[in-house]
C-alpha cells in the first residue's frame, strides 16, 4: 500500500517562549504560547459542557477526557449544564458545528478550525467557533499533560493556535497491494485525528462495490456498508473522507471483463475511449454512485499515466488528437460530478507531454498541475516499466488554488 502524508508542523513560524523548552513538545505546534509557572493536578478535574451540546461537542469532551483519564489513572467525567462542584474544564462553542472543511476555505487566527486554550489555577477553558477546533484542542491538552497517576499535571498556559493550511490531507491507495481492513482504515484515520489532518483521500481503481457490476473485483473490494462506516467515522473526527478515483485511465481491472472490454480504446487496455458512444452512461452511473457513497463536496476522477491516448488518437486517423480526447473526457467527466454539487480536482501530468492541453482550459480557469517526475519518454513502455516509474513521483494535492480544478473552472471544457 502507498500512503502519501502532508503534515504541517510549524509553517507559520511561531515564536516560543524560553519556558516552552521545559514543557513536551507540542505537534503540530501552536502559532502562540504562553506557559506559566504553575500545574493543575488532573485528578479532582471534571469536563463541563453547555446544555444541549451536538454529538460532534460530546465527541471531543469524550476524546479529552479518555486520555486525561488514562495519564491520571481515574475518571475524568463529563457534565454539561450548570456548573458542578469542584474545578472543571470547560469547553465552549461559539459558532455553527462546523465539522468539515468546505470549498474555499481559508486559514487564520478567526477561522473555522481556530482554538484558545486558558489553563490556569482558578479556570481552564477551551473555546473554538466549531465543533472541529474543539476536537483539536482537546487533542493540544492531551499533549500538554506532563506526568503520570497521582503526578499528571496540566501546565498553566494560553494557547491560541490555528493552521498554517486550510487543507491537510492523507492519500492512501487502496489499490495496489492486499486491501486494507475496514479496522485499518480506521486506525489510520485516529492517526490522522491526533495530528490534526482533515482530508483523507480514498483512492481506489475499482476496490470499491458499486451496484450493477458484480464480476467487477468481486471479493478484492469494500461493500458501501464499509465505506459508509469508514466515512462516518473520518467525520466524527472532522476528516472529510473524499473519493480519489480514475475515471480515465488505471481501468484495467474493469477492461479484463470481456463484458466491458470494448469500451476501452484498445482491446482490453486500460484507459476509456471518449468516443465510445456507452461510455458516458456507464460513467453517468458511477458518477450518481460515488456521489452518494461519499458525501464530501470534494472529488478527485483521477485522469493521470493515459499512457494509451496517442494509440487512441492514430486509430482515430486524424479525426482526433490526445489532448482534444483528454479534455472531452475531463469535461464530461467533470461535469457528472458538477451537478452532484462536487468540486472537481484532477491529476495534470499529461501537460508534460501534451502542453497544449493548457491552451484548451477555459481562460481564466485554475491551470493544472504535473503529480507525476515520470519521464515523458517513457510513455511508450511496458505496462510493468510504466507502474514502476510513474508510481513513485505521485504527489498529494495540497493547494487547491495551484493544482487542482474546480467546478466552477470546468463548466465550459469539452
Given at each position: ?127 473554538s467557533s466549531s465543533t472541529a ?155 450518481k454512485q460515488f456521489a452518494q ?122
Amino acid at each position: 500500500m502507498l500512503l502519501f502524508i502532508i503534515m504541517v508542523l510549524n509553517l507559520g513560524g511561531a515564536l516560543l517562549p524560553a519556558r516552552a523548552a521545559e514543557h513536551r513538545p507540542l505537534v503540530p505546534q501552536p502559532r502562540e504560547i504562553r506557559y506559566g509557572a504553575g500545574q493543575i493536578p488532573l485528578r479532582g478535574l471534571t469536563i463541563r459542557l453547555p446544555a444541549d451540546p451536538a454529538a460532534q461537542d460530546i465527541f471531543a469532551a469524550q476524546t479529552l477526557s479518555a486520555c486525561l483519564a488514562a495519564r491520571a489513572g481515574v475518571s475524568v467525567p463529563i457534565s454539561t449544564g450548570q456548573n458542578p462542584a469542584g474545578r472543571a474544564i470547560v469547553l465552549e462553542r461559539t459558532g455553527a458545528v462546523g465539522a468539515l472543511a468546505l470549498p474555499g476555505e481559508q486559514p487564520g487566527p478567526d477561522s473555522r478550525e481556530a482554538y484558545k486554550i486558558t489553563a490556569k489555577q482558578d479556570a481552564i477553558e477551551l473555546r473554538s467557533s466549531s465543533t472541529a477546533g474543539l476536537f483539536y484542542g482537546a487533542q493540544t491538552m492531551c499533549q500538554l499533560v506532563e506526568g503520570e497517576d497521582g503526578d499528571a499535571v496540566l501546565p498553566e498556559v494560553e494557547i491560541h493556535d490555528w493552521p498554517s493550511l486550510a487543507y491537510r490531507g492523507t492519500m492512501v491507495d487502496m489499490s495496489h497491494g492486499p486491501l486494507p481492513t475496514e479496522g485499518e482504515v480506521k486506525r489510520q484515520l485516529d492517526f490522522m485525528a491526533r495530528w490534526k489532518l482533515n482530508q483523507y483521500y480514498f483512492y481506489n481503481e475499482a476496490s470499491v462495490e458499486l451496484k450493477g457490476y458484480p464480476l467487477l473485483n468481486p471479493g478484492g473490494r469494500f461493500t458501501q456498508d464499509e465505506v459508509g462506516r469508514i466515512v462516518a467515522y473520518g467525520r466524527e473526527r472532522h476528516i472529510d473522507v473524499i473519493p480519489c478515483l480514475e475515471l480515465y485511465g488505471h481501468l484495467h481491472d474493469l477492461f479484463r471483463v470481456e463484458k466491458y472490454s470494448g469500451l476501452a480504446d484498445v482491446a482490453h487496455g486500460t484507459e476509456f475511449d471518449p468516443r465510445n458512444p456507452g461510455v458516458m452512461p456507464l460513467l453517468a452511473d458511477w458518477a450518481k454512485q460515488f456521489a452518494q457513497l461519499f458525501p464530501s463536496p470534494f472529488v478527485h476522477i483521477g485522469f493521470d499515466e493515459t499512457f494509451q491516448i496517442e494509440m487512441a488518437a492514430k486509430d482515430a486517423r486524424g479525426a482526433a488528437d490526445p489532448a482534444t480526447l483528454f479534455i472531452r473526457q475531463l469535461g464530461d467527466v467533470a461535469r457528472l460530478f458538477q451537478q452532484e454539487g462536487k468540486t472537481v480536482m484532477a491529476w495534470g501530468d499529461i501537460m508534460v507531454k501534451f502542453p497544449e492541453v493548457m491552451q484548451q482550459l477555459p481562460p481564466g480557469g485554475t491551470r493544472l498541475a504535473p503529480t507525476s517526475n515520470y519521464n515523458p519518454t517513457s510513455l511508450g513502455t511496458s505496462q510493468k516499466s510504466r507502474r514502476q516509474k510513474g508510481r513513485p513521483g505521485r504527489s498529494l494535492i495540497a493547494s487547491r488554488k495551484r493544482c487542482s480544478l474546480s467546478a466552477g473552472n470546468l463548466d465550459n471544457v469539452g
